[in-house]
């Protein structure tokens, strides 16, 4: 068994790491791979780097004519992709050279199958930290897409999967993001699976705008406003969330029926002072639900469930 892998690299502005993630690429110890590279419109090297690799890999790269944005760059790239396996690519990592090989020998009859990540610096030094201590998240292999409802764990970077899962993938969801929308549907078909090895060496950027940002004064009205609009918006995303899963090709009766359940619950938000129903059913299910995360399942149904008539008045729970 030697499939071919697809290797799906966007690219913007990437020449200041570029070089380090393709020279892992052409270092792999799985040879049957090609790398499809799709630049969205960068102004610098990256385009002049990629053509430098057309000896070195088997590489076809395309140049958007407009630029595409990350997400639907990635979505297009998809489109062209001739492998049984897809593997996407970020354009700043640097990968362990068995990376493809241990994947393709893993997946076995999973749709889709990940690894854990460690994390280094601009200069590409170890942080000593892996991605799943950095997120405090729980790496899983999962049959169900419930599991994902909450919280992700699979990246974009880490992952491998089958081809045939791409019918179920497009359009990409704007309020989900695109890898663990690819992870809901992969854990819906025939699952997904961790493999306990840092496989890519993922890049910290140390340029962070969020800190150089002042804070504005505000009222305390207005911040309590803020508290309220926010606390709709979080309920309004599970919602639309719940909306998606139920959508799903194929999902289960049994998934289908706990997430119309949860949606009843939920849409009582904005009518409740503090859904018990609500709390005691995120607890019953806690291990489906809470399943990646390491945070206290009470504290999480807790918070769900309180609703807007108390948040209103208590905006600080």
């Not at 699979?154 to 992870?183: C, G, N, R, T």
């Not at 289908?256 to 949860?262: A, D, N, S």
Request: hydrophobic share 35%.
């Amino acid at each position: 068994m030697n499939p071919l892998v697809s290797i799906c690299l966007a690219t913007y502005n990437g020449e200041k790491y570029l070089k380090e993630q393709l020279d892992s690429i052409v270092k792999q110890t799985y040879k049957n791979i090609e790398l499809i590279a799709q630049d969205d419109c960068s102004n610098d090297a990256t385009l002049e780097i990629l053509e430098s690799y057309k000896e070195k890999l088997n590489i076809t790269i395309y140049s958007n004519e407009k630029n595409l944005g990350y997400l639907k760059n990635f979505e297009s790239l998809l489109h062209k992709t001739n492998g049984e396996l897809i593997a996407l690519c970020d354009q700043d990592d640097i990968w362990e050279h068995n990376k493809i090989e241990l994947l393709v020998h893993h997946i076995k009859d999973a749709t889709l199958i990940y690894s854990n990540s460690l994390l280094i610096d601009a200069d590409g030094n170890s942080l000593e930290k892996t991605l799943s201590q950095k997120l405090k998240n729980n790496f899983i292999s999962s049959s169900t897409p419930l599991d994902f409802l909450y919280d992700n764990c699979v990246s974009a970077h880490a992952m491998l999967f089958k081809k045939e899962l791409l019918h179920a993938l497009f359009p990409f969801p704007q309020h989900i993001y695109f890898d663990a929308w690819i992870a809901i549907n992969a854990a819906n078909t025939d699952g997904v699976i961790y493999l306990e090895e840092e496989l890519v060496h993922y890049r910290q950027h140390s340029t962070n705008t969020l800190g150089n940002v002042k804070k504005s004064k505000t009222s305390n009205l207005s911040k309590i406003a803020k508290k309220v609009q926010k606390k709709e918006d979080g309920i309004n995303y599970i919602l639309q969330k719940i909306h998606d899963l139920q959508k799903l090709q194929s999902i289960s009766q049994k998934d289908l029926q706990l997430l119309q359940k949860l949606q009843t619950l939920y849409e009582r938000f904005y009518s409740s002072y503090f859904n018990k129903e609500l709390f005691r059913f995120l607890l019953q299910h806690k291990n489906l639900f809470f399943n990646i995360t390491k945070k206290d399942p009470f504290k999480i149904a807790l918070k769900h469930a309180i609703g807007k008539k108390l948040y209103k008045v208590a905006p600080f729970l």
